[in-house]
């Protein structure tokens, strides 16, 4: 079945340091998803890439999607306090019966240090 | 709107107690979810729905029954609890299940089975 590899596990960082989290799927996929996880949270989505090579920004966020559509990046400049969480990317794709299916990494989980 | 709630907040079990853990979502959402997290682990897909009427087992549905009789309410029920079943339970919903569907995360239920 589809896996969603996710690393690296844990990250920690000083505030001010930049962070990058990276994702690759056992198959082609025909979109990812990022979602946060604040500590004692729930996931809430962040944003969604489709299209090969596509790149798209939240302010310090960079989202990347590969170009082969079966890996994803997620790059913060400068970390802040308020970035602490855990990030988790989704894979979406298509199964041989045709059948849409969400596959979640097991996220990365980012310290930054003040 | 309240989007998807979760009932109750924390619960602790003795060994072979049963429970319902509730689901409700108010986006009049066809497809809805339940998750289970593990301390600092993903998500793990119990069981799913498509819609009244309809589940699928997910990636670990042994000790976990669904039911699904409104597109509201999605409870899971465990029937004889056990240690390895305590975690953190999400519920999510979406409006669909192709490209561009984004999933909509519950506060959690936090299970602690003794």
Known sequence: GQQVMQIPQYQHVQEG?????????????SNIQWYKQRPGGHPVFLIQLVKSGE??????????FGEAKKNSSLHITATQTTDVGTYFCAGGAYSGAGSYQLTFGKGTKLSVIP | NAGV??????????IGQSMTLQCTQDMNHNYMYWYRQDPGMGLKLIYYSVGAGITDKGEVPNGYNVSRSTTE???????????????VYFCASS?????????????????LVL
């Open chain 1, 17 to 29: 340091e930049d962070f990058t989290t990276y994702c690759n799927s056992s198959t082609t996929l």
């Open chain 2, 5 to 14: 709630t979760q009932t109750p907040k924390f619960r602790i079990l003795k």
């Open chain 1, 55 to 64: 790149v798209k920004k939240q302010k310090r966020l960079t989202f990347q």
């Open chain 2, 95 to 111: 409006y669909s299940t192709g490209e561009g569907e984004t999933q909509y995360f519950g506060p959690g239920t936090r299970l």
């Open chain 2, 73 to 87: 309410d999605f409870p899971l029920r465990l029937e004889l609890a056990a240690p390895s079943q305590t975690s």
